[in-house]
């Protein structure tokens, strides 16, 4: 749909179906890093009984789309004015959006097919990324949780790893969204309370005492 291209995510946020939501940074200090990594997805596959793609928080059921209003406001903090062009525009594509997602109204249109777009935010989703550090957003059980920070504990004090775990009850959801087919969204996840910052805040911290 032309009028969704740019469009942003107002998706509230998204609640824990198994107990908590952890959001985990872990950095291999080991010389063999790779092999580190590749270590704690089998062992973290082994504490869950179930794959790391499983452990996203953003699931077909438990995406709800903002209520007209909060939307508003929400746009309303990024203008300076609510008779400027682009929030005049923004306000079109949030009713727009409140139609198709929260009300379920799909227009007919052959570019555009809001269940597609719809089943597809969570195989777009970042919950898990990689770059110099692991990074995840996995919706855990209490006891799942526990026994991850175990294991990574007993990491940190083998010398092997630093790590930050920081757990909430909610994921939030970010989204770019160039264009609503394949490849043309991505949505970035965090744990509530900026789970990552508070995560990187921990590891920070055990990287000054070593």
């Known amino acids: ?29 080991d010389t063999r890093a790779l092999d580190v990594y590749q270590e704690l997805m089998v062992r973290f596959r082994a504490i869950m009984g179930r794959d790391i793609a499983q452990t996203n928080p ?10 007209l209003g909060q ?6 903090r990024y203008h300076a004015s609510v008779f400027s062009p682009s929030f005049v525009a923004r306000v079109i594509d949030i009713i727009l959006a409140v139609l198709i997602f929260r009300h379920g109204i799909n227009p007919v249109a052959p570019w555009f ?11 777009h989703s970042d919950f898990r990324k990689f770059d110099d550090t692991l ?32 757990v909430s009850d909610e994921a939030l959801m970010t989204c770019f969204v160039e264009h609503t087919g394949q490849g043309g969204h991505l949505h970035f996840i965090d744990g509530g309370d900026g789970g990552l910052a508070m995560a990187a805040r921990q590891m920070k911290v055990q990287m000054g005492d070593a």
């Open 1 to 29: 749909m032309e009028t969704l291209q740019g469009l942003s995510c107002r998706w509230s946020p998204v609640p824990t179906r198994k107990g908590c939501i952890i959001s985990l940074l872990v950095a291999a200090r």
């Open 58 to 67: 953003v699931q077909d059921n438990l995406k709800k789309y903002k209520s």
């Open 71 to 76: 939307a508003l406001r929400d746009e309303h």
């Open 113 to 123: 097919n809001a269940r597609k777009y719809l089943d597809a935010i969570s195989s």
């Open 135 to 166: 990074r995840l957003i996995m919706d855990c059980t209490v006891e799942e949780k526990e026994a991850l920070q175990n294991l990574l504990e007993k990491g940190r004090r083998g010398g092997k790893l630093f790590y930050g775990m920081y």
